[in-house]
Nanobody, 123 residues
Framework: QVQLVESGGRSVQAGDSLSLSCAASGRTFNDYTMGWFRQTPGKEREFVAAITWSGGTTYADSVKGRFTISRVNAKNTVYLQMNNLKPEDTGVYYC?????????????????WGQGTQVTVSS
Protein backbone atom coordinates (compact mmCIF):
# COMPACT_ATOMS: atom_id res chain seq x y z
CA GLN A 1 0.00 0.00 0.00
CA VAL A 2 1.24 3.47 -0.89
CA GLN A 3 -0.18 6.77 0.34
CA LEU A 4 0.50 9.88 -1.69
CA VAL A 5 0.20 13.47 -0.50
CA GLU A 6 0.61 16.38 -2.90
CA SER A 7 1.51 19.90 -1.89
CA GLY A 8 2.54 23.21 -3.41
CA GLY A 9 -0.51 24.17 -5.43
CA ARG A 10 -1.64 27.81 -5.34
CA SER A 11 -2.78 30.71 -7.48
CA VAL A 12 -0.15 32.34 -9.69
CA GLN A 13 0.11 34.66 -12.68
CA ALA A 14 0.87 33.58 -16.23
CA GLY A 15 4.61 33.30 -16.71
CA ASP A 16 5.27 32.41 -13.10
CA SER A 17 6.92 29.25 -11.83
CA LEU A 18 5.62 26.77 -9.29
CA SER A 19 6.93 23.56 -7.77
CA LEU A 20 4.70 20.71 -6.66
CA SER A 21 5.76 17.92 -4.34
CA CYS A 22 4.35 14.48 -3.73
CA ALA A 23 5.38 12.61 -0.61
CA ALA A 24 4.89 8.86 -0.63
CA SER A 25 4.60 6.63 2.40
CA GLY A 26 4.99 2.91 2.41
CA ARG A 27 7.75 0.64 1.37
CA THR A 28 9.38 0.09 -2.01
CA PHE A 29 8.91 3.59 -3.36
CA ASN A 30 11.85 2.88 -5.62
CA ASP A 31 9.87 0.20 -7.44
CA TYR A 32 7.21 2.59 -8.66
CA THR A 33 6.93 4.75 -11.72
CA MET A 34 5.53 8.07 -10.54
CA GLY A 35 3.24 10.25 -12.60
CA TRP A 36 1.54 13.62 -12.52
CA PHE A 37 -1.90 14.11 -14.00
CA ARG A 38 -4.24 17.10 -14.00
CA GLN A 39 -7.95 17.68 -14.36
CA THR A 40 -10.23 20.66 -14.82
CA PRO A 41 -14.01 20.69 -14.39
CA GLY A 42 -15.78 19.24 -17.40
CA LYS A 43 -12.63 17.77 -18.88
CA GLU A 44 -11.05 14.37 -18.65
CA ARG A 45 -8.00 13.80 -16.54
CA GLU A 46 -4.88 14.27 -18.64
CA PHE A 47 -1.34 13.03 -18.36
CA VAL A 48 1.33 15.60 -17.53
CA ALA A 49 4.60 13.80 -16.79
CA ALA A 50 6.04 10.53 -15.49
CA ILE A 51 9.35 9.30 -14.14
CA THR A 52 10.51 5.72 -13.79
CA TRP A 53 12.41 4.31 -10.84
CA SER A 54 15.66 4.83 -12.75
CA GLY A 55 14.90 8.41 -13.77
CA GLY A 56 13.53 7.99 -17.27
CA THR A 57 11.00 10.71 -18.03
CA THR A 58 7.99 11.22 -20.28
CA TYR A 59 6.10 14.46 -20.84
CA ALA A 60 2.89 15.56 -22.45
CA ASP A 61 3.55 17.67 -25.53
CA SER A 62 1.76 20.60 -23.93
CA VAL A 63 4.31 20.86 -21.11
CA LYS A 64 7.56 19.82 -22.79
CA GLY A 65 10.27 22.40 -22.25
CA ARG A 66 8.33 24.06 -19.42
CA PHE A 67 7.81 21.30 -16.81
CA THR A 68 10.39 19.03 -15.21
CA ILE A 69 9.61 15.93 -13.19
CA SER A 70 12.18 14.58 -10.76
CA ARG A 71 12.38 12.25 -7.81
CA VAL A 72 14.50 11.72 -4.73
CA ASN A 73 14.12 8.09 -3.79
CA ALA A 74 15.83 8.57 -0.45
CA LYS A 75 13.07 11.03 0.48
CA ASN A 76 10.21 9.08 -1.11
CA THR A 77 9.31 12.25 -2.95
CA VAL A 78 8.56 13.22 -6.52
CA TYR A 79 8.54 16.81 -7.76
CA LEU A 80 7.04 18.73 -10.63
CA GLN A 81 8.79 21.99 -11.47
CA MET A 82 6.52 24.13 -13.63
CA ASN A 83 7.92 27.16 -15.44
CA ASN A 84 6.32 29.72 -17.72
CA LEU A 85 2.87 28.74 -16.54
CA LYS A 86 -0.11 29.41 -18.77
CA PRO A 87 -3.82 29.75 -17.92
CA GLU A 88 -4.43 26.41 -19.64
CA ASP A 89 -2.22 24.77 -16.98
CA THR A 90 -4.95 25.46 -14.43
CA GLY A 91 -6.35 22.36 -12.77
CA VAL A 92 -6.14 19.92 -9.92
CA TYR A 93 -2.81 18.13 -10.11
CA TYR A 94 -2.69 14.54 -8.97
CA CYS A 95 0.31 12.41 -8.13
CA UNK A 96 0.08 8.70 -8.93
CA UNK A 97 2.16 5.55 -8.61
CA UNK A 98 2.31 2.43 -10.75
CA UNK A 99 4.20 -0.83 -10.87
CA UNK A 100 2.20 -2.59 -13.55
CA UNK A 101 3.55 -2.87 -17.05
CA UNK A 102 1.58 -0.48 -19.21
CA UNK A 103 1.81 2.95 -20.71
CA UNK A 104 3.09 5.55 -18.27
CA UNK A 105 0.77 8.09 -19.89
CA UNK A 106 -2.48 6.27 -19.13
CA UNK A 107 -4.08 6.71 -15.74
CA UNK A 108 -5.68 3.27 -15.81
CA UNK A 109 -2.28 1.66 -15.20
CA UNK A 110 -1.71 3.57 -11.97
CA UNK A 111 -2.52 1.86 -8.70
CA UNK A 112 -2.37 4.69 -6.19
CA TRP A 113 -3.47 8.31 -6.32
CA GLY A 114 -3.12 11.34 -4.12
CA GLN A 115 -5.95 13.70 -3.20
CA GLY A 116 -4.77 16.44 -5.56
CA THR A 117 -3.57 20.01 -5.23
CA GLN A 118 -5.12 22.99 -6.99
CA VAL A 119 -3.09 25.10 -9.39
CA THR A 120 -4.71 28.24 -10.77
CA VAL A 121 -2.95 30.36 -13.39
CA SER A 122 -4.41 33.79 -14.12
CA SER A 123 -3.73 35.75 -17.28
Amino acid sequence: QVQLVESGGRSVQAGDSLSLSCAASGRTFNDYTMGWFRQTPGKEREFVAAITWSGGTTYADSVKGRFTISRVNAKNTVYLQMNNLKPEDTGVYYCAAKRRIGSDTLGLWYDYWGQGTQVTVSS
